[in-house]
């Protein structure tokens, strides 16, 4: 399967089995996360570890865990998302299950240069696969868009954190100014990953339609506006 049909297949998997992945796999993993576009020349770095180097509330385990590192700004967190779902499409297109877990810390996060510990994702060879149910869990286009533009249904597909889908898409010209409108959910670390999601229905749009995809920033629009893309 390619990676842009992983996008109406793939699930969170959070069942996995126990063994790890080769040397080989893991290799190929990594080359991945290096050739994953950017959105922005932010910052990101990354932690590869396994169960026994993650705290977490969760009473499923996987194999391996990537733990990701940021600044905590909205662009740094979006551009995670946004590098971190292609990879998460790889896998998922491999038969590799995945699932972003914000509820996963390192044991002994890695001080780095003004980078924080911001998301973890879960990954390993699944024990069974979630039930597909093509996006029937998601908001319909009339929800996260004023124009009902049957091109951002990879958009509206996309996995967020407790499935919040905290995105809005105004239609400029050709293409779609992205707003971010949060749920007011108390919990901690929440606007990282809402961030993150931002970036990872960009990555969906990304993964879609790679040759003509462009992002860019105005100026001067509300502090709620991450970015005009096309596509
Ligand atoms: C940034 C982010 C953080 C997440 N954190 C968790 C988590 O801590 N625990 C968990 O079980 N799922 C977590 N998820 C997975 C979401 O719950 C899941 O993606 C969403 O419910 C949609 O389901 P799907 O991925 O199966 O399509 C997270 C997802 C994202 C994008």
């Avoid at 570890?49 to 990537?66: C, E, N, Q, S």
């Avoid at 940021?70 to 967190?77: E, F, L, N, Y």
Wanted: hydrophobic residues 35%.
């Amino acid at each position: 399967m390619e990676p842009k049909d992983a996008i109406y297949t793939r699930r969170s998997v959070r069942s996995y089995l126990p063994e790890p992945l080769d040397a080989a796999e893991i290799s190929k993993i990594e080359g991945w996360i290096r050739d994953a576009k950017r959105l922005t020349s932010d910052p990101v770095e990354y932690d590869l570890l396994g169960p026994d180097d993650i705290k977490t509330i969760l009473k499923w385990r996987a194999p391996h865990y990537v733990s990701i590192y940021s600044k905590d700004d909205m662009m740094s967190g979006v551009n995670v998302g946004f590098v971190f779902q292609q990879v998460d499409l790889k896998m998922q297109s491999e038969g590799i299950g995945s699932c972003w877990l914000g509820m996963a810390k390192p044991r002994e996060p890695r001080p780095r240069d003004g980078l924080e510990w911001g998301v973890s994702m879960s990954f390993g060879r699944p024990d069974g696969y979630p039930e597909v149910d093509k996006g029937a869990d998601r908001k319909p286009l009339s929800e996260i868009s004023d124009t009902a533009d049957p091109r951002l249904e990879p958009a509206r597909v996309a996995p967020s954190a407790v499935n919040s889908q905290t995105w809005y898409f105004r239609k400029n010209g050709e293409g779609f100014d992205l707003y971010y409108k949060p749920k007011i959910l108390k919990i901690p670390g929440m606007s990282y990953w809402n961030y993150n999601d931002l970036g990872i229905c960009l990555a969906h749009l990304y993964v879609s339609h790679p040759d003509t995809f462009s992002f860019e920033r105005a100026q001067g629009k509300d502090r709620k506006y991450v970015g005009t893309v096309r596509f």
